[in-house]
């Protein structure tokens, strides 16, 4: 709990955004998380519906449209809980930054210049026969979405393990994550290398 920068009111500004005595908009706490940002429970099994629901709600309760004859003070806020909603949404929607951002919350950090060698020398060889022939880069932007989506699949798998202890918040249990998701990281990479997408950097 906090005291009400207006009127001194307690409030918990995490979960209503407004002080309930004066109506005045509270600005977040220092070091809140993306979930209660949204005021979702932290789980790597959100569903995007649960997401989209509560993103629209919590931007609804926080947009400067709603302050626009707010004083500055109040304004301001807006923005910045505006801004926090939606990076919290544009992180927690997509599988892979949910979670890579669950495994920083307790220190761990995707570290591509620890991965395993044996891994990059199979996507070098990879790309060298991808680029044989047009049959060959067909073949494997196949193989590889495939095992992109199965990795998906195993991701899911190892954080409903780790939920299922309630062991979201220990480092040790999310370690075995963190390679899953370095690989996850090659495939997507590799995808996008073999669709297009992604420039070359030489």
């Given at each position: ?11 918990d ?8 005595a004066?109506k ?30 509560a ?6 309760q ?6 626009a004859?707010?004083?500055?003070k ?16 544009s ?6 930054r ?27 060889e990879?790309r060298?026969?991808?680029?044989e ?23 899911a ?21 963190l ?5 996850l ?15 070359h950097?030489?």
């Amino acid at each position: 709990m906090t005291l009400c920068w207006k009127c001194n009111a307690e409030v918990d500004a995490v979960t209503s955004p407004r002080c309930a005595a004066c109506k005045a908009l509270q600005p977040l706490p220092l070091g809140v998380g993306h979930f209660a940002v949204l005021g979702l429970p932290q789980s790597f099994a959100v569903t995007t519906e649960a997401l989209e629901t509560a993103f629209r709600a919590r931007s609804s309760q926080v947009h400067p449209d709603r302050f626009a004859r707010a004083e500055a003070k109040e304004r301001r806020i807006s923005l910045e809980r505006t801004a926090a909603v939606n990076d919290a949404y544009s992180v927690l929607k997509h599988p892979e930054r949910r979670a890579a951002y669950l495994t920083s919350r307790v220190g761990l950090k995707l570290d591509e210049k620890k991965a395993d060698p044996a891994t990059l020398m199979e996507l070098m060889e990879a790309r060298e026969w991808a680029d044989e022939s047009a049959e060959n880069k067909a073949s494997l932007l196949h193989k590889t979405q495939a095992e992109h989506a199965a990795l998906l699949q195993t991701l899911a798998a190892q954080f409903a393990v780790v939920e299922g202890k309630q062991a979201l918040g220990l480092r040790e249990a999310l370690e075995p994550v963190l390679s899953t998701l370095t690989r996850l990281r090659f495939l997507g990479r590799l995808v996008e290398d073999l669709q297009g997408i992604r420039e070359h950097q030489h």
